[in-house]
């Protein structure tokens, strides 16, 4: 009776063992994929947020920059961007018309309103426009801060590594003219590189066998005139 009872403890603990070993194979690779969404997604929201600075600084400057420094910095700190401005020439408009009724093309037809350029600050004009969208701890919509600007050149995973993207420009010959291009980009290698090894290969085998897919993340491309993302 006693040998009985060792032996069904052994099965006992046996099939705990197994059920735990199975259970561990199948939330691995679920547990993987749920960090790995986690960490692409965060990748995304920066390379975006890039992007628009990016394309910022060339509607600015008339090309992209291959610097961190200098797309930040400039952007941060230069009245730089030219816009139009309506300006009311309410010493020109009667007395008997409402400025705000009359159409634009009518009222500079008549010299009451006039376009002119001014210099804004090219950050200061995207968070107006709404264009540094972040969501908040808060789960609300807002533009980001200095601080989440100047932090968008790292890579926002592994936490305990402050990676910096790969960030390039330059200018490409197309049909006889040169065309501006960029490239801001982060390998998987680097983004996963504190996640289990062998998962991270699969991935990134996986991630290589799409026609033309970077085994990682980016937008822009230094061989071709666009600013998709290859996330998008």
Same mark, same amino acid.
């Given at each position: 009776?006693?040998?009985?009872?060792?032996?069904?403890?052994?099965?006992?603990?046996?099939?705990?063992?197994?059920?735990?070993?199975?259970?561990?194979?199948?939330?691995?690779?679920?547990?993987?994929?749920?960090?790995?969404?986690?960490?692409?997604?965060?990748?995304?929201?920066?390379?975006?947020?890039?992007?628009?600075?990016?394309?910022?600084?060339?509607?600015?400057?008339?090309?992209?920059?291959?610097?961190?420094?200098?797309?930040?910095?400039?952007?941060?700190?230069?009245?730089?961007?030219?816009?139009?401005?309506?300006?009311?020439?309410? *010493?020109?408009?009667?007395?008997?018309?409402?400025?705000?009724?009359?159409?634009?093309?009518?009222?500079?037809?008549?010299?009451?309103?006039?376009?002119?350029?001014?210099?804004?600050?090219?950050?200061?004009?995207?968070?107006? *426009?709404?264009?540094l969208p972040i969501i908040g701890a808060d789960g609300k919509k807002r533009q980001l801060t200095d601080e989440e600007i100047r932090n968008l050149r790292y890579v926002p995973y592994p936490k305990d590594q402050k990676n910096e993207f790969d960030l390039q420009a330059g200018m490409l010959e197309k049909s006889g003219f040169f065309v501006p291009v960029f490239e801001c980009k982060v390998p998987l290698t680097q983004l996963l590189s504190d996640m289990d090894k062998q998962q991270v290969v699969n991935k990134i085998d996986e991630v290589s066998k799409v026609v033309g897919r970077y085994p990682g993340w980016k937008v822009g491309d230094m061989t071709q005139a666009v600013t998709d993302g290859n996330f998008e």
């Open positions: 009776m006693k040998g009985r009872t060792i032996i069904q403890i052994v099965l006992a603990v046996a099939i705990v063992g197994l059920a735990y070993w199975l259970y561990n194979s199948i939330m691995t690779p679920v547990r993987f994929d749920t960090e790995y969404t986690k960490r692409r997604d965060a990748c995304a929201e920066k390379l975006k947020s890039i992007r628009t600075l990016e394309e910022a600084y060339k509607l600015t400057y008339g090309k992209y920059t291959g610097s961190f420094d200098t797309l930040i910095n400039r952007l941060m700190t230069e009245d730089s961007m030219k816009v139009v401005s309506k300006v009311n020439n309410y *010493d020109k408009i009667p007395a008997d018309v409402d400025i705000n009724e009359v159409p634009e093309s009518e009222a500079i037809k008549n010299g009451w309103t006039t376009r002119v350029e001014v210099l804004v600050n090219p950050i200061a004009k995207l968070r107006e *426009d709404g264009k």
